[in-house]
């Protein structure tokens, strides 16, 4: 497997395991039933996307992306703060929306830099740019 296809699917890992944590994090403070499922569904197939990408890589015996206990810190601590005064239905889509856009910009910017990378790898980094895109279609219902 090429570096190019390493680092795109290492981004491809390291943008859903955000994404999940958010979500697990907010989890708690979700008092709308149809967010909460609109978040369940989300969680469940940025796993799936996770899953593509950790399998490419153990099937090329390559390392996978691994998150430090202090970016997880952070990520958690920064939700927690932002809905301490208010951790509305609107709140929690913005917050979401916010961290789609990042990732879709994280992810632009790998594949620029690695446009080496094989059809298979590009592949599954367009579908999570597609995801992230449909879910922010789909929280704004919630602003």
Same mark, same amino acid.
């Given at each position: 497997?090429?570096?190019?296809?390493?680092?795109?699917l290492?981004?491809?890992?390291?943008?859903?395991? /955000?994404?999940?944590?958010? /979500?697990?994090?907010?989890?708690?403070?979700v008092?709308?039933?149809?967010?909460?499922?609109?978040?369940?569904?989300?969680?469940?197939? =940025?796993? *799936?996307?996770?899953?593509?990408?950790?399998? #490419?890589?153990?099937n090329?015996?390559?390392?996978? =992306?691994?998150?430090?206990? *202090?970016e997880d $810190? $952070?990520?958690?601590g920064? /939700?927690?703060?932002?809905?301490?005064a208010?951790?509305?239905s609107?709140k929690?889509?913005?917050? $979401? /929306?916010?961290?789609s856009? #990042?990732n879709?910009? #994280?992810?632009?910017?790998?594949?620029? #830099?690695h446009?080496?990378?094989?059809?298979?790898?590009m592949?599954?980094?367009?579908?999570?740019?597609?995801f992230?895109?449909?879910?922010?279609?789909?929280?704004?219902?919630?602003?």
């Amino acid at each position: 497997m090429k570096k190019d296809d390493l680092e795109i699917l290492r981004e491809v890992q390291k943008d859903t395991g /955000i994404a999940i944590k958010a /979500i697990d994090t907010m989890f708690g403070k979700v008092r709308n039933d149809e967010l909460s499922k609109e978040l369940s569904r989300e969680r469940l197939a =940025y796993s *799936v996307i996770q899953n593509k990408a950790t399998d #490419r890589l153990q099937n090329s015996n390559a390392d996978s =992306y691994s998150k430090s206990a *202090v970016e997880d $810190m $952070m990520l958690s601590g920064s /939700i927690h703060l932002n809905t301490l005064a208010n951790c509305s239905s609107g709140k929690i889509a913005e917050l $979401m /929306i916010d961290g789609s856009n #990042r990732n879709i910009t #994280r992810m632009w910017k790998a594949v620029n #830099r690695h446009g080496n990378s094989g059809e298979t790898s590009m592949e599954i980094a367009r579908e999570l740019m597609d995801f992230e895109e449909k879910s922010i279609g789909c929280l704004k219902k919630f602003l």
